[in-house]
């Protein structure tokens, strides 16, 4: 059966030239067995029809808040109690901003406030408006407060410009949404996960930092969601998109990534340690930029916390999982730290020749008590599967 089949699906739509899509996208949920209900802001209407949304859900098109064949029995909530979540596609700036304010002045943002279904969003918008301050925020407000967002995608623009901005293409939503509904072996359980490197400031232009991409911890977080986990990423500075379904939490340092976790940590049950946290900082880093007025510099160097170890330690640990990248002797060096800090579970990689950092490939071997496993050469989405199979077993166990 699919994950959608009967699952009560409401279509919304703001008003953006992406709004074309959301007919593609309405058919493919109905294809899916899902049972669709649209709701349009009255802008929508200038780029998509209603009809043309009614004859492929089979269902009237809502559009007005005050409805007289609806209100009567307060049909705004009836909808918001009906849906069993919410996808606004497109979700353009302006909808964002209401959303973010809490207004509740049209049909659509009366629903997302009314309703306790999940709540996800496919911005759709201008390179520019999308990169803007205001929308930023926006989006950073939405998302901690549990909405998912979806996108945008990167590309050429009705207008005309390139850059984010594009709504998410509508079979990439319809995967999103089956995996908000997937019974995977992690359904109900809590993931907590770090990805990325850290920065660990010397002046304000320059840090001390490490080739860490993220790429590996962003594929688990997706692997892991596809699993049914709810996952909290926390992710230090990386380019990279946040998969659908996850929280993500922005850091830069390791001290700020290890006040994200601590802050996170309460009611989880699985922490994966895949950053690449910074072992040292600068002692005192200055308030101006360092001239090179001298032929040497010497810096002083402090031990930062040791995130890894401070979880696995903690009361009531989770399950911790572990990462090492080393360049030789790999076995006998993840072995080491997994006894030394306590883990259930360590993942080892030899970093170099086209593998680990900055890599889309990587190996792995994976260690456990009186147990190992090598996870041989990959995309890091594929390895992530099963390194995450791997993780469910042991869990389990």
Not at 179 to 191: A, D, H, Y
Not at 244 to 250: F, Q, T
């Amino acid at each position: 059966m699919q994950p959608l089949f009967g699952r009560r699906v409401l279509l919304g739509i703001s008003a953006g030239i992406a709004a074309y899509k959301a007919a593609e996208l309405a058919r493919l949920l109905v294809k899916d067995g899902a049972e669709v209900r649209v709701v349009m802001t009255r802008s929508a209407s200038e780029f998509i029809g209603p009809m043309t949304l009614q004859a492929i859900t089979g269902h009237p098109v809502r559009d007005a808040l005050f409805d007289p064949q609806h209100e009567a029995a307060m049909g705004h909530i009836e909808l918001a109690r009906w849906a069993d979540v919410i996808l606004v596609a497109p979700a353009t700036a302006d909808f964002l901003a209401q959303l973010a304010a809490g207004m509740a002045h049209d049909l659509l943002t009366t629903l997302c406030l009314a309703s306790t279904a999940p709540l996800l969003v496919a911005p759709a918008m201008n390179q520019a408006m999308w990169r803007h301050p205001a929308t930023q925020a926006n989006v950073e407000l939405l998302q901690s407060r549990g909405v998912v967002s979806l996108g945008p995608d990167e590309g050429s623009q009705a207008c005309g410009d390139s850059g984010p901005g594009r709504m998410v293409e509508p079979a990439s939503l319809l995967s999103a949404l089956r995996e908000r509904f997937v019974s995977g072996r992690l359904r109900g359980r809590r993931v907590l996960l770090t990805a990325g490197p850290t920065r660990e400031a010397l002046d304000p232009v320059r840090f001390l930092g490490n080739r860490s991409s993220g790429k590996m911890g962003f594929a688990l977080a997706a692997a892991l969601v596809a699993q049914g986990a709810e996952v909290t990423l926390v992710a230090g500075p990386v380019a990279l998109e946040t998969p659908a379904g996850v929280r993500r939490v922005d850091v830069e340092s390791a001290r700020q990534m290890h006040d994200a976790v601590f802050a996170a940590l309460p009611g989880t049950d699985i922490f994966v340690a895949c950053a690449a946290v910074a072992d040292f900082r600068p002692e005192t880093p200055v308030d101006s930029k360092i001239k090179k007025t001298d032929a040497t510099l010497t810096l002083t160097l402090v031990r930062n916390p040791d995130i890894l170890s401070a979880v696995s330690r903690s009361p009531d640990r989770p399950f911790c999982v572990g990462f090492a990248a080393e360049t030789n002797d790999l076995e006998a060096y993840a072995e080491a730290k997994r006894r030394a800090k306590g883990l259930d579970m360590i993942a080892a990689n030899k970093v170099g020749s086209n593998q680990g950092f900055e890599s889309d490939n990587n190996a792995l071997l994976v260690l456990w008590e009186d147990g190992r496993q090598m996870l041989p050469m990959q995309s890091k989405a594929a390895l992530a599967g099963q390194l995450v199979d791997l993780i469910v077993e042991r869990f389990d166990a």
